[in-house]
Structure formats: structure tokens, C-alpha cells
DNA sequence: TATTACATTATTGTCGACAATATAACAGAA
DNA sequence: TTCTGTTATATTGTCGACAATAATGTAATA
């Protein structure tokens, strides 16, 4: 029910900042390219200003790098960085269920719960639904119910478009669905009894499993191609 | 001995940017203050463009919030607000310590060790060196070791700055200077005996300590004034 | 041939002006 | 007076052009 939106884009910018976004993320603009502001700007229809702006953002979560009078480029993936990358997560996203734990209310415990449930539901039909979008619903619910602002900004804004890019770019339709669902119920039991550190612990766990899954695909993957 | 520094700046953005940063923290432009680009334009005389770019990366930073087609202002103090921030704090600097106790070279923790024992010389004089260098010295040198550079970039670039803005504009030369001593010690100690659970749990229990005072200044000080 | 110095080209950084939007000021009606 | 609608003003968003810097290519020299 309740797949997440963004605010719609009300400046010229912001729609910008979110195709280059989506691209990035998609690999249509490749892994570790040099991007040119220019050519940008007018395969995206808008002034370089825009583009300039939009490049800045995307410097801002860390999904381009930038070197003064030289230019951006996007982000190389590799083994390091995705490995640096899931760590963050793993201490953001745990402290986000310590604090769900302790702030959510009775509410929305139980939409959580719904959610669940209806997973449960969906995944007999091995419809690919959960796995995208399903997931995301979790953790979002959580992070939502962890009532930090900072905390969901950092994560919302930043840290799972870049795991969505290893994800989507590593081809990912992996086959810890149904593990992963257990793990799931396990943490919004821990949530339900307010016992905060369980739930830390819990969710810690469940997104280490995630990136060593994610190591184990990219390794298997790699015939030797990190692009330049 | 390594006090941090900045990457000299090269463009005029950058020192706009890093004017302005240090203005905020130092409260010289106000929490909570609208932002005029014309103003800090000729002010720091530069065109708008250049303040445009300083304002999108201090937003990126989160030192100001910006709404689209109605400006920019800094963000203001706030209980919650810093609630927040530390929560995270919390989470970030106990994985880099957990980490640097995997990570670091003994060399380095030969230096943090070093780094110890000059405070522990330093703080008999009643300096108040150690208060703000030497702290900032011992999150940064543990920071290094975890050599995740995701975690770095988070806390250097976006964390350290909040929280010194509350540091600095609450007027923080508090009396924890020996207690937060004692704990650097201890938390030195794990790093050495490469006890990761132990390090991360003690950096997350410290940080959590200056939370609390932190909590109880801002309180102290509430006269009922966040201003607009 | 290899290498250095210079000139050329392309790309980014900065600027001022105009367009679009929001805020403020004002006038009129209930 | 208070509210509403309208006009005026100020501020932000966008653009194209110029300046400054880096990358490239070329010629001259060892």
C-alpha cells in the first residue's frame, strides 16, 4: 500500500537532480564516467546552471565526486566501497530500530505488523513485488518509527540510493527472499516487545547477511571489470 | 601535534563556503537566520552564483535548510535537534571504533597512545588545549582507523560541524574534561587489545555522556529563547 | 626517439541580466 | 475593523556570455 514517494520536483533543478539521480542509479549513466556539464545540459534540455546545481546535489549524497576546475564523475563501484558503504548502514539502520523500539507507537506497530503479513501474503504468489518494493516498505516503516529526522534524512537522502545502485547494477533478484522475511518478523517481534536492544541487534545482523550476499554476487561477477 | 586541516580551498565557492560554515558554527550569522543571497553576495564580494553553490553544500552539510522558491536559513538550536544529531553521532562513532579496532595498524596505535599521554601532560597546566583540539585530535585519529571513507567523509564533513556549532554557541568549556579523559583512556585500551565489541560500546557509552551534558546546558540556558 | 616548451583547444568557474515566484503593501467590501 | 482580492516589490530560479584553468596537440631541441 504505502510505496514511498518523493515530494514532487517543483524547480527545474530538482527534476534534473532526479532524472541524473535515477540514471546514476541505473547504470544508464555508467559507474566511474566522467560527465561533461555541457553535454548534460543540453541532452537534459536546461541551462548549465541547472546541471552545475543538480551535480552539486548529487556531490551532496555522495553518488559523483567532484575535483575543483577538473570536473565530476560518477562513483566507481567496487568490493571497498560497497563494503564501506554497508557498514554505515549497518549503524544507521540498527540505531533506527533501537530508537523504533522506544518511540514507535501502538499504531504503528501495528501497520508494521499489516505490512508483514501482507508479505507473507504476496510471497506465496512468488510474485518479485516483495523484493523490491516490499523491502524498502520495511525498512522505511522502521526508520519512520525511529522519529530522527537526521537520521532519515542521512538514509532517505543519501545511503539507499547508493546500495539501490549496487543493487539494480549488480542485477540483483536474490534468492534470500524468503530468509530475509523471517528476519524481518524476528525484528518487528523485537520492536512489539520494546526491548530496544534486540532490535539493534537484529536489524544489524540482517543487513550484514545482506552485504555479505551482496559481496558474494559482485565477487562472482567480477571477470576482472572496474570501469573507467 | 596534528591538528586537522582543511584541504586548502582553490575556487572562490570554496572559501565562501568555508567563511560561511565557520559564520554558522561561530554563531556570527544566527541560528535560525534567513538567508539573503544579495546580502552575502556583496558582503563577501562575490556574485550570487558562487554564494548559490556555498548555500547548496551547507545544506548538503545540513547546516541550513532551504525551501524552493522562498530561501534559504540556518538551522536552528534545538533540544530535539540535538537529541538527534548525537543519536547519530553515537551510532557513527561507535562503528569507527569498532572498526578501527580491526583496522589499525599498530603504528597508529602507537600514536593514539602518544596522543594519550601528551593530553595526560597537557591537562595538569589547566590548558584549555586539551578541550577542544586535543578531543576533536582523539575522534579524529580513531576516525582514520577505521579507514572507512564513507564514515569519514559523513563525520568530518557533515556531523563534527553540528555538533561543534552547539559546542561553540552554547558556550561549552565544560567541567567533563578529566571524567572524558578517564574514558579515552579505556577506550584506547580496547583498540589495543583489538576488542571490537568492548571499543564500540565504551565510544557509544562516552558519546552518549556528552549528550547528556550537552542536554543539560541547552536546558540550563532555556530562557525560553529559539529564535526565529 | 624522447622530451621539453609553447600554443591551441576544451572545460569549468564566475558574472550580470532577465524570468518566475513568493512576500508585502494596499484598496475596497462586508 | 477585518477580511479578501489586487497590485507592487523583493527574492529566488534560470539563462547566456566571458574569464580562468586544465587538457591536448605541436614544434623544437637534445
Known amino acids: ?20 539521480r535515477r540514471a546514476i542509479v541505473e547504470g544508464r549513466i555508467p559507474a566511474g564516467q566522467k560527465l561533461s556539464e555541457t553535454d548534460l545540459a543540453d541532452h537534459y534540455g536546461v541551462s548549465r546552471a541547472v546541471v552545475r546545481e543538480a551535480i552539486g546535489r548529487l556531490e551532496g549524497i555522495r553518488l ?38 522506544l518511540n514507535m507507537t501502538a499504531e504503528e506497530v501495528n501497520d508494521l505488523n499489516r505490512l508483514l503479513e501482507h508479505h507473507e501474503k504476496t510471497i506465496g504468489g512468488s510474485e518479485t513485488y516483495y523484493q523490491e518494493d516490499g523491502d524498502v516498505d520495511f525498512h522505511y516503516c522502521i526508520l519512520q518509527g525511529s522519529k530522527n529526522r537526521h537520521l532519515i534524512e542521512l538514509l532517505m ?4 540510493h547508493a546500495t539501490r545502485m549496487y ?22 517481534q523485537a520492536i512489539a516487545n520494546r526491548d530496544a536492544e534486540l532490535a539493534e541487534m537484529l536489524m544489524r545482523r540482517h543487513i550484514a547477511y545482506t552485504k555479505q550476499e ?7 561477477m567480477n571477470h576482472g571489470d572496474t570501469r573507467r
Open 214 to 220: 551482496l559481496e558474494a554476487k559482485l565477487r562472482s
Open 1 to 20: 500500500m504505502p510505496t514511498i514517494a518523493d515530494k514532487p520536483p517543483v524547480t527545474s533543478s530538482d527534476k534534473t537532480f532526479l532524472e541524473m
Open 64 to 101: 559523483i565526486e567532484r575535483t575543483p576546475n577538473v570536473g565530476a564523475r560518477v562513483v566507481a563501484l567496487s568490493a571497498d566501497a560497497l563494503s564501506e558503504l554497508y557498514e554505515v548502514r549497518e549503524s544507521l539502520e540498527g540505531m533506527a530500530a533501537r530508537l523504533a523500539a
Open 157 to 160: 537522502n543519501g545511503i539507499y
Open 167 to 188: 543493487r539494480v547494477q549488480l542485477g540483483m533478484a536474490g534468492p534470500r527472499v524468503g530468509t530475509a522475511l523471517r528476519e524481518h518478523r524476528h525484528i518487528v
